[in-house]
């Protein structure tokens, strides 16, 4: 395994210019790297990260919280605003569950492409609403 050199500059590197720059992109990157290796299961740990946070904190546009902190979460809004999603996981899997008895990418697939088609009706994109999709799917009734 060979030893990464971190100190190394190109000759053209300017610390003025483009230091104080990489270091909020390094920051947010970092962050971004901790989520990917959590989401993947290879460690790392929750930092409620994704690309636009990424993308927003290197651009200076979104505050990066300090080294281990996770991002506030965000809030979809009113209950209002969440039960769309949830009762279309919840109804997803008295349709879909002796088919997909547990939430797999191909049953993510359908759901999003049928979820997609009613976009112009629905105030969430897929990407908002695809964990309250799940939520509701993976809800499990008791009985007393």
């Known amino acids: 395994m060979s030893t990464m050199i971190t100190s190394w500059r190109p000759s053209w590197w300017v610390d003025e210019v483009h230091g104080s720059a ?6 947010a990157m970092r962050r971004d790297w901790s989520q990917t290796k959590h989401d993947l299961h290879l460690g790392g740990h929750e930092m409620n990260q994704g690309v636009d946070d990424t993308l927003r904190q290197a651009a200076g546009k979104q ?3 300090t080294i281990n902190q ?7 809004g009113a209950w209002s605003d969440a039960e769309i999603p949830y009762r279309y996981g919840y109804a997803a899997r008295k349709q879909f569950g002796a088919e997909h008895p547990s939430w797999s990418p191909e049953l993510e697939a359908k759901l999003e492409a049928e979820w997609m088609t009613a976009q112009d009706r629905i105030a969430h994109d897929w990407e908002s609403a695809r964990r309250f999709v799940r939520r509701g799917y993976e809800h499990q009734e008791t009985t007393s």
Do not use: F, G, Q, S
């Not at 996770?70 to 979809?76: D, F, H, L, S």
């Open 22 to 27: 990489w270091d909020r992109v390094r920051e």
């Open 63 to 65: 505050h990066l919280p």
């Open 70 to 76: 996770a991002n506030p979460p965000k809030v979809i």
